[in-house]
Nanobody, 115 residues
Framework: VQLVESGGGLVQAGGSLRLSCAVS????????MGWYRQAPGKQRDLVAH????????NYADSVKGRFTISRDNAKNTMYLQMNSLKPEDTAVYYC?????????WGQGTQVTVSS
């Protein structure tokens, strides 16, 4: 299984970005999935996760109300819509299974929010 994150970039505070996570292989729909982020010098934190069917979502308090996680099992792809971005959202964003990552990590996608 390969994870490929994309969609990051440089955006001003208050702006929006939509991240994508493409998952190769046939196991995508059987696992819950999550988005993590890692800022320089900090640990990698789980910020949102979604059940395998997409019906249940959970968010860290820091992103609740601003980020929306979704998935399309037919396309083996997960998304993270990020609105009202803040400078503290600057990080490399990764996808994997939540809490216990079972796949090899992808390269991540850099999100930089300028003030």
């Amino acid at each position: 299984v390969q994870l490929v994150e994309s969609g990051g970039g440089l955006v001003q505070a208050g702006g929006s970005l939509r991240l994508s996570c493409a998952v190769s292989g046939s196991t995508f729909s059987v696992n819950a999935m999550g988005w993590y982020r890692q800022a320089p010098g900090k640990q990698r934190d789980l910020v949102a996760h979604i059940s395998r069917g997409g019906g249940t979502t959970n968010y860290a308090d820091s992103v609740k109300g601003r980020f929306t996680i979704s998935r399309d099992n037919a396309k083996n792809t997960m998304y993270l819509q990020m609105n009202s971005l803040k400078p503290e959202d600057t990080a490399v964003y990764y996808c994997n299974t939540p809490y216990r990552a079972i796949y090899n990590w992808g390269q991540g996608t850099q999100v930089t929010v300028s003030s």
